[in-house]
């Protein structure tokens, strides 16, 4: 199987193991979570997915987040002034999340796992999941500040 239908497959699996049918509409929202890396709101989720499915409704959306969630295949983030997005790696990493555009990528560590393991093994804790996120602005966003601030100081000089 390809990684396409490995995705797939469990998207099914995650549906039928929580009662529901897995509907064309439901396998495209998870699809398009489990293949986005920019961390996708459930709004943005309902126009991409309203594109080929019309009719889908922003309810199917969230109940399909959350039945993804709740299988493990997706894990919410929740992030300044209330957004929530969704991610689609639910492997121990953090999140650089920036508070003037709001890009978020991820940073893959082996020092998060380790402090992940540490915590377990020391508080023995048994870890379902794990968050760290990393507020800050993203060089794109600091370029444009620095860029900004000289054009001001070369048109007021």
Not at 23 to 38: D, E, M, N
Not at 64 to 75: A, F, H, N, P
Not at 76 to 104: M, W, Y
């Amino acid at each position: 199987m390809t990684g396409h239908q490995d995705i797939e497959a469990s998207i099914i699996k995650a549906f039928r193991g929580k009662g529901y049918k897995a509907t064309p509409q439901r396998i495209a929202i998870g699809r398009f979570i489990l293949h986005s890396h920019k961390h996708p709101s459930a709004q943005i989720t309902y126009l991409e997915v309203r594109k080929v499915y019309p009719t889908v409704s922003l309810a199917t959306v969230y109940n399909t987040i959350k039945i993804l969630k709740e299988s493990d295949l997706v894990q919410e983030l929740n992030l300044p002034k209330g957004e929530r997005r969704f991610d689609s790696n639910t492997k121990p990493h953090a999140h650089l999340v920036c508070l003037q555009c709001g890009s978020i990528n991820d940073w893959m560590d082996p020092l998060i796992i380790k402090l992940v393991d540490i915590v377990s093994q020391k508080e023995n804790f048994r870890v379902t999941g794990s968050s760290l996120d990393i507020n800050g602005i993203c060089k794109t966003c600091a370029g444009v500040a620095k860029n900004t601030a000289i054009a001001q100081l070369t048109t007021t000089v």
